[in-house]
Nanobody, 122 residues
Framework: QVQLVESGGGLVQAAGSLRLSCADSGLSLGAWGWFRQTPGKEREFVAGITPTGSTTFYADSVKGRFTLSRENAKRTLYLQMASLEPEDTATYYC?????????????????WGQGTQVTVSS
């Protein structure tokens, strides 16, 4: 049974930083990603990473500010967020799949964390 457990969310001022973590308690996964969602909106892709960590993908809205990495020995995914903006306020979800590609749509991911809230104040 694969379980993804996120941590690291919280309240931060604009221009501040946060690091989200996602730990996989089951089998090692293939590609991993982070999505975010605000009330009334669809879940949107934030960043994704291939199984070896050699390639990362970012939404244009976070490119240059967010950095995604994974530590396979610890089965952990990290999202370092810097220069945060109020528009980054959302619930962030870790997602995993057994495939090696990094889809941009939520339905392509099999495993999901419970979500962690990130709030950026202006």
């Amino acid at each position: 049974q694969v379980q993804l457990v996120e941590s690291g969310g919280g309240l931060v001022q604009a221009a501040g930083s946060l690091r989200l973590s996602c730990a996989d308690s089951g089998l090692s996964l293939g590609a991993w990603g982070w999505f975010r969602q605000t009330p009334g909106k669809e879940r949107e892709f934030v960043a994704g990473i291939t199984p070896t960590g050699s390639t990362t993908f970012y939404a244009d809205s976070v490119k240059g500010r967010f950095t995604l990495s994974r530590e396979n020995a610890k089965r952990t995914l990290y999202l370092q967020m810097a220069s945060l903006e109020p528009e980054d306020t959302a619930t962030y979800y870790c997602a995993g799949r057994r495939g090696v590609t990094v889809p941009l749509i939520p339905s392509e991911y099999t495993f999901w964390g419970q979500g962690t809230q990130v709030t950026v104040s202006s």
